[in-house]
T-cell receptor, first 118, second 114 residues
Framework: AQSVAQPEDQVNVAEGNPLTVKCTYS??????LFWYVQYPNRGLQFLLK??????LVKGSYGFEAEFNKSQTSFHLKKPSALVSDSALYFCAVRSRSYSGAGSYQLTFGKGTKLSVIP | DGGITQSPKYLFRKEGQNVTLSCEQNLNHDAMYWYRQDPGQGLRLIYY???????QKGDIAEGYSVSREKKESFPLTVTSAQKNPTAFYLC?????????????FGPGTRLTVT
């Protein structure tokens, strides 16, 4: 079974400071990893994904994430936080290996609420 | 929210009534998904469909039903058998069956059952 852990329910950061939202995963074989953002009462928006290759992935709105296979982590980062970055962030994982129909399922973490303080 | 529409945005029903949530996409995507979101629990997969006229149960399918008669449409019915139906429901789609594809989400329907 695959799983995602987002150890922090909430992260507070001052505007202009760097931000990190943590994610660790468990999956059979190698993973596909994704980050999504959700604003209140809206659907999820795709930010970035790791498929293969460079461990540092760059995405939308200045976000990036670093894949660390040994630590099974995929932390989301941004060098300088904006108030408009305040939202709910979800990490998700899917196995690269096919193991039946369930392989197509994307497993999400419980989300981390990011608050950027002016 | 891409090319996925969900209607209505808010839905209110009395306990014991079935209700159908609409999901339409104009992205020509093969695969479609239904998730349920509850506060502090992330997203949980209800049903998914990889192709027209085929669908699979997700982790929490009990009390729900779906159909996939057209590629662009994947309606979800919340039946009276669903014990706790009040939640935010999200529909999503992906371009194909390659597991590297990201999912595109609709704006969601908030269902309240009293």
């Amino acid at each position: 079974a695959q799983s995602v852990a987002q150890p922090e329910d909430q992260v507070n950061v001052a505007e202009g400071n760097p931000l990190t939202v943590k994610c660790t995963y468990s999956v059979s074989g190698n993973p596909y990893l994704f980050w999504y953002v959700q604003y209140p009462n809206r659907g999820l928006q795709f930010l970035l994904k790791y498929i293969t290759g460079d461990n540092l992935v760059k995405g939308s709105y200045g976000f990036e994430a670093e894949f660390n296979k040994s630590q099974t982590s995929f932390h989301l980062k941004k060098p300088s936080a904006l108030v408009s970055d305040s939202a709910l962030y979800f990490c998700a994982v899917r196995s690269r290996s096919y193991s039946g129909a369930g392989s197509y399922q994307l497993t999400f973490g419980k989300g981390t609420k990011l608050s950027v303080i002016p | 929210d891409g090319g996925i529409t969900q209607s209505p945005k808010y839905l209110f029903r009395k306990e014991g009534q079935n209700v159908t949530l609409s999901c339409e996409q104009n992205l020509n995507h093969d695969a479609m998904y239904w998730y349920r979101q509850d506060p502090g629990q992330g997203l949980r997969l209800i049903y998914y469909s990889q192709i027209v006229n085929d669908f699979q149960k997700g982790d929490i399918a009990e009390g729900y039903s779906v159909s996939r008669e057209k590629k662009e449409s994947f309606p979800l019915t919340v039946t009276s058998a669903q014990k706790n139906p009040t939640a935010f429901y999200l529909c999503a789609s992906t371009e194909g069956l390659d597991r590297s594809y990201e999912q595109y989400f609709g704006p969601g329907t908030r269902l309240t059952v009293t």
